[in-house]
């Protein structure tokens, strides 16, 4: 039998510790140490000077380049206003929006979580005019970059934005809009989708539409919050004028209407109409039709871009008449108590000229001629001024040059070299009465100005300067020489009241309102040779006591039987001298003194 020691076996018998004496710590390691912290401290100093030093503007760089957004300019354009203020064109601000479906997240999802085309669609569904069903197509051709729409309007644009899914863009852009669709376009023309300005005034003013932009820098705070420093000054000045033009919209409008009306009834190819102030040049009007909405423009041909009024010429016809009796008068060549013989028929250099209706109208004073209507009687006083001094007073009155004037594509007229026509009585003849040479409608309408105002050539213009919510910058428009002299005008003036007091511009007469006037029905050709269409034109001066209009109607080959500048372009006169009358507050007269001297 063994005994075990129970000493060994107790296993409460704890163990003996070692105890280990101290020692002092040697010097070197003390020294050490020391070293290596001060060796990390110079190594941090040299960091932060570097930092400091040799990267610190660098690094500001990068900081900045992080806090501060740079807002390009949208390339806005300044609108365009009539004379009141009445909107024609402007830019807005509108949306594409772009889907990336390879990244579509809601608020909230966790990292790696792509949600899926059915649920975006489902809730662009209700804010965007798209179906369901065409979103998916969208979502599911491409992976990213997927135009879905544009044109969005800005309420559109911020409930998309309210959605907060990722994988949606929101491009913003402006787009020029015409308010006032096909009223003003002859005019104005407009911009195409790259904002490129392709006809009118859009054209011709480009760089002055432009605004004065320039690129914006703005610094933000980590949350988006705009920081107040370092903003450049004027960064938020926005630049408010707008082009105001002469144009009245609501005359316009009158205008438009009417000669569509006539159009219409007579199957007329095309038809324009002028309203200017004889003082100053101003257009109240430039209307015609057909035209085309700026706003869809690629619906419609291009030949209708331009305005015919000021690029396209025709033989004015009898509406010159007052023009030839007024230069016979300057020359000396008449007198205005005179008379002329109408035989209703004259040979010239072997050509027999005749009446617009083959009827002769025997003696006749000159406001009879114009009443009448008589080419023999105009050719019979034309032949007793000198050949090359008509040519030249024709020259003067700017016959063969554009008109100077605001307008885009103003064209010269085409008037017979002077040998030619002075060497052959036919060409002196014929533009007696309004033929054998061509101008545009804005010249017609520049020349019958100067019987009005007394002789003066005025600047026809659409433009009235730059507006804004300040100040108005009024151009000025300058005035030429006398053409004529004041005492030759105002007979005219008289011999023209006539023709709507007695003669062929009966039907624009209005009670108590002194109107003078003129009709004409000019013979065209298409290709030079055969004259088988025509042109009805009328054009009136008032009040005439105190004249301040011109107002001038033209339409292009009308189809129908008796189409004469009294049938045709009178009525449209009308209706646009009693909507005149009325916007200008022109107050009527019951004055017929100077009508009645002007007969005696």
């Not at 450049?232 to 009306?261: M, S, W």
């Not at 007091?501 to 029905?521: A, L, P, Q």
Request: charged share 25%; hydrophobic share 40%; aromatic share 8%.
């Amino acid at each position: 039998m063994v005994i075990k020691n129970p000493r060994r076996s107790s296993p409460l018998r704890k163990k003996r510790l070692k105890v280990t004496p101290l020692s002092p710590i040697p010097p070197f390691r003390l020294k050490l140490t020391f070293s290596l912290l001060c060796l990390a401290l110079l190594a941090l100093m040299g960091r932060v000077a570097q930092l400091q030093l040799v990267q610190g503007f660098a690094l500001e760089a990068r900081a900045r380049d992080y806090q501060t957004r740079k807002v390009q300019p949208l390339g806005r354009r300044r609108s365009i206003v009539d004379r009141r203020g009445r909107l024609i064109a402007l830019d807005e601000k509108r949306y594409r929006l772009y889907a990336h479906p390879s990244k579509f997240k809601f608020v909230g999802d966790l990292l790696g979580v792509i949600r899926r085309p059915e649920e975006v669609a489902e809730r662009l569904e209700g804010v965007l005019p798209l179906t369901k069903k065409k979103l998916l197509e969208a979502f599911y051709a491409e992976e990213t970059g997927v135009k879905l729409i544009e044109g969005l309007i800005p309420s559109t644009a911020s409930k998309i934005g309210n959605l907060r899914i990722d994988g949606l863009d929101l491009e913003p852009y402006v787009q020029r809009i015409y308010p006032q669709d096909d009223l003003f376009s002859n005019v104005v023309g407009f911009l195409d989708y790259d904002r490129v300005p392709q006809a009118g005034l859009e054209l011709s003013l480009d760089n002055e539409l432009l605004q004065k932009e320039k690129s914006r820098s703005y610094r933000f705070g980590r949350d988006g919050t705009p920081l107040p420093t370092d903003i450049e000054a004027g960064v938020f000045a926005v630049d408010k004028e707008h082009v105001h033009l002469t144009l009245d919209a609501r005359l316009q409008e009158v205008a438009v209407n009417a000669l569509r009306e006539q159009l219409d009834n007579w199957k007329a190819r095309k038809g324009v109409a002028i309203v200017m102030d004889v003082d100053n040049g101003e257009l109240l009007v430039l209307a015609s039709t057909p035209t085309y909405d700026p706003n869809k423009y690629w619906e419609y041909k291009s030949t209708l871009y331009k305005e015919w009024s000021v690029q396209e010429l025709f033989e004015p016809g009898s509406t010159f008449k007052p023009i030839n009796l007024a230069l016979a008068l300057e020359e000396g060549a008449i007198e205005p108590n005179g008379t002329v013989y109408d035989s209703g028929i004259v040979n010239v250099g072997g050509w027999p000229l005749t009446n617009w209706n083959k009827k002769p109208n025997g003696l006749l004073d000159f406001a009879k001629v114009l009443q009448v209507s008589s080419n023999v009687a105009m050719v019979n006083i034309i032949q007793k001024l000198n050949p090359s001094n008509y040519w030249e007073r024709l020259n003067q009155l700017g016959i063969s040059r554009a008109p100077e004037t605001d307008l885009p594509g103003a064209v010269p007229g085409h008037l017979k070299q002077k040998d030619l026509f002075v060497k052959q009585p036919i060409h002196q003849a014929v533009a007696s009465y309004g033929q054998g040479f061509s101008i545009t409608p804005l010249k017609l309408v520049q020349l019958h100005a100067l019987i009005a105002n007394g002789g003066r050539l005025v600047e026809p213009h659409i433009r009235k300067g730059f507006l804004s919510t300040i100040t108005t910058n009024k151009e000025t428009f300058k005035k030429d020489d006398l053409l004529l002299s004041p005492d030759v005008t105002k007979t005219v003036l008289g011999w023209m009241e006539s023709v709507v007091e007695k003669g062929s511009g009966k039907g624009v007469k209005i009670d108590n309102y002194r109107i003078g006037g003129k009709t004409g029905t000019a013979d065209q050709t298409n290709d030079g040779i055969n004259y088988d269409s025509k042109i009805c034109s009328f054009i009136a001066i008032l009040p005439v006591e105190n004249p301040r209009f011109v107002v001038a109607v033209a339409v292009d080959s009308p189809k129908r039987s008796y189409a004469y500048g009294s049938t045709v372009a009178v009525p449209v006169a009308k209706k646009i001298i009693e909507s005149l009358i009325v916007v200008e507050k022109i107050p009527p007269t019951n004055n017929q003194t100077d009508f009645l001297s002007a007969q005696s």
